[in-house]
């Protein structure tokens, strides 16, 4: 593992034990050879706090109301007509229903839990989100350099990254 100047002082020069503190396995593509890092058991997370911050207006035009799926019609043609002055003049003549209100939230990330004290010739690989707020720490890393087949799902990182 090649590792810089200010991840050396941590890990030294020897062997290092690297310890996998997210649910996934860690596979990180080498040029000769793969490294499959199991996960530990042991999952290091953020607290987090969801807090409103809104709603998104948008028109769901492939959903119509009830009372178009009763009587047949499409949203365009609706009995329920919405009036220009309720929504504007591109509302106009569309099912109420079809309007509709997407909640926004805003995520607020506290305190890291399940992350142990550094450990000597140790690195511990965590999600982003952990090492963001530990970033002080030099034994923390998560994966990098990310490799995805071909429906683009990740299959392995080609190194770690200290953030």
Same mark, same amino acid.
């Given at each position: 593992?090649?590792? +810089?100047?200010?991840?050396?002082? $941590? &890990? ?6 690297? $310890?996998?503190? +997210? ?20 999952? !290091?997370?953020?607290?987090? #706090?969801?807090?409103? !911050? ?24 609706? /009995? ?16 109420? /229903?079809? +309007? ?21 010739? +140790? ?6 989100? &952990?090492?963001? !707020?530990?970033?002080? #720490? ?22 770690? !990254?200290?953030?």
């Amino acid at each position: 593992m090649k590792l +810089t100047k200010k991840c050396s002082e $941590v &890990v030294g020069k020897g062997s290092v034990k690297i $310890v996998n503190l +997210t649910p996934h396995e860690i596979n990180i593509i080498l040029d000769n050879r793969n490294i499959k890092i199991d996960p530990s058991g042991t999952v !290091a997370r953020c607290t987090v #706090r969801i807090e409103k !911050a809104g709603v998104i207006k948008t028109i769901d035009e492939k959903d119509p109301c009830v009372n178009c799926l009763q009587s047949g019609q499409d949203s365009t043609s609706c /009995d329920l007509a919405i009036s220009p002055d309720i929504f504007g003049d591109s509302n106009r003549g569309r099912c109420p /229903d079809i +309007t509709v209100q997407i909640p926004l939230s805003k995520s607020v990330f506290g305190e890291v839990e399940n992350l142990p004290d550094p450990q000597e010739d +140790t690195v511990f690989v965590v999600s982003s989100i &952990v090492a963001q !707020a530990v970033s002080g #720490r030099k034994d923390i890393f998560i994966v990098n350099d990310t490799v995805r087949d071909k429906n683009g799902r990740i299959i392995g990182c080609r190194s770690l !990254a200290h953030i």
